[in-house]
């Protein structure tokens, strides 16, 4: 029977995968037979991210990408189509929060900042990859959204709203690409100790209140979540499109 999580010959693009869940996935990816690129704004980063991942015997390569920034959007591409000639897959993970607090007190920087990455870096990663799979006859995208695109996270006001927006963008362009066989998906984490999460994680207060919340009773650990994208983007999920996975440990039960 053939192993439908087998990606072997597949060149997969993870952003944010210098470290928490993209790591994850990247490496996930790679051991199931993907070429993974690894990009996230730091190059020495993702540089240490794809080392690890060749000395475990898979294949990986580095690339910066910032994608706030239009220019390193078309860099990154232009690097994929004469390097690899093809993106069977794109994972866009990376993400910005840079504000925690009342949402009436949201500065226009951090409005800016979480805009551009969260639902322009979105968007223009999506064309740029979806134009490439147009012409190839197909793929994959997955985007990281979140349980706060569902349900509002207290103090993560303008973040949650990007991410209701992730939602309805994996809708929207599963719906126009799926004639051209591009499938497009979500994952929606729930509370992941990561970095990026660390003003939930480290404080004992608002720890405490969300486990509370949380049936399994535990934060999540970031490979928890790459399972979910393995599903998502190989074919053991060929009829899935315009999906987005809750994996919150109950939270919104």
Known sequence: MKDLFDLTGKIALVTGASRG????????????????????????ACQAVADSIVADGHKAS???????????????????????????ILVNNAAANPY??????????AFDKTVEVNIRGYFFMSTAAGKM???QGGGV????????????????????????????????????CGPLNIRVNALL???????????????DKVLK??????????????????????????????YTTGATIVVDGGMLA
């Open 62 to 88: 580095a690339f910066a990408c910032h994608v706030g920034e239009m220019d390193q959007i078309d860099a990154i591409f232009e690097h994929i189509k004469s390097e690899f000639g093809q993106i069977d």
């Open 209 to 238: 209140m969300a486990l509370h919340a949380i049936p399994l009773g535990r934060v999540a650990d970031p490979d928890e979540m790459a399972g979910t994208v393995l599903y998502l983007v190989s074919d053991a999920s060929s």
């Open 133 to 135: 799979m147009r012409e």
């Open 189 to 203: 984490p729930g509370l992941t100790d990561t970095k990026f999460a660390s003003a939930l994680t480290t404080n």
């Open 100 to 109: 925690y607090g009342h949402i009436l007190d949201t500065d226009l920087a």
């Open 21 to 44: 869940i993209g790591e994850s996935i990247a490496r996930l990816l790679a051991s199931r037979g993907a070429h993974v690129i690894v990009s996230s704004r730091k190059i020495d």
């Open 141 to 176: 995208i997955l985007n990281t959204a979140s349980v706060n695109g569902l349900v509002a996270g207290d103090k993560q006001g303008i973040y949650s709203i990007t991410k209701a927006a992730v939602i309805s963008m994996t809708k929207a362009f599963a719906k126009e």
